[in-house]
T-cell receptor, first 120, second 113 residues
Framework: EAQVTQNPRYLITVTGKKLTVTCSQN?????MSWYRQDPGLGLRQIYY???????DKGDVPEGYKVSRKEKRNFPLILESPSPNQTSLYFC???????????????????FGEGSRLTVL | GNSVTQMEGPVTLSEEAFLTINCTYT??????LFWYVQYPGEGLQLLLK?????DKGSNKGFEATYRKETTSFHLEKGSVQVSDSAVYFC????????????FGKGTKLSVKP
């Protein structure tokens, strides 16, 4: 089954304790992205990756890191979490069509089920 | 810059009522436009899309028409069901954006039996 898998789905942690949210897709997609969803703010992009070893900042990258060492995995790293990073996080992926992610034309962005993170 | 504005919710309707969720956008050139839906406890999924002016996207009884003259992409459904209760997001992908999507803030729809 084609899917984007995130772990953990739920996490409560404390300020300053490093954590990683994993994301894995089994569709051989080149493009992957992280979003956070907050009430009244909708979805905001944190980081994205066009391919292995290629990552770039989205709209709200502060406090986050990512890596793309393998095509299928795109972990989100919070080196020193703070309470303002309490949010619902989504990983998403897409294949390429031509020279850009296919979502430009098809809108086919596949989402994981989300990871709800609480930082105390 | 590029942006999407959609009507604030929540929207509460009775079953079989007519639905409209307004969405307007700001973008240079000719963006592609999308509606995504998020059912409770799930990730977002594509509902419909339109990639050029005057295109009409449709799926599951929902429709939206790409209106360049009014920079709008309003979502409509003639008769909603309880199962349509979800959060709906309007989104755009601007030209030259490498395909990144810009989302609106979402509109929560609740349909009562």
């Amino acid at each position: 089954e084609a899917q984007v898998t995130q772990n953990p789905r739920y996490l409560i942690t404390v300020t300053g304790k490093k954590l990683t949210v994993t994301c894995s897709q089994n569709m051989n997609h080149e493009y992957m992205s992280w979003y956070r969803q907050d009430p009244g703010l909708g979805l905001r992009q944190i980081y994205y990756s066009m391919n292995v070893e290629v990552t770039d900042k989205g709209d709200v990258p502060e406090g986050y890191k990512v890596s793309r060492k393998e095509k299928r995995n795109f972990p989100l790293i919070l080196e020193s979490p703070s309470p303002n990073q309490t949010s619902l996080y989504f990983c998403a992926s897409s294949f390429f069509l031509g020279n850009q992610a296919s979502i430009a034309n098809t809108g086919e962005l596949f989402f994981g089920e989300g990871s709800r993170l609480t930082v105390l | 810059g590029n942006s999407v504005t959609q009507m604030e919710g929540p929207v509460t309707l009775s079953e079989e009522a007519f639905l409209t969720i307004n969405c307007t956008y700001t973008a240079t050139g000719y963006p592609s436009l999308f509606w995504y839906v998020q059912y409770p406890g799930e990730g977002l999924q594509l509902l419909l899309k339109a990639t050029k002016a005057d295109d009409k996207g449709s799926n599951k009884g929902f429709e939206a028409t790409y209106r360049k003259e009014t920079t709008s992409f309003h979502l409509e459904k003639g008769s909603v069901q309880v199962s349509d209760s979800a959060v709906y997001f309007c989104a755009l992908s601007a030209e030259g954006s490498q395909g990144n999507l810009i989302f609106g803030k979402g509109t929560k729809l609740s349909v009562k039996p």
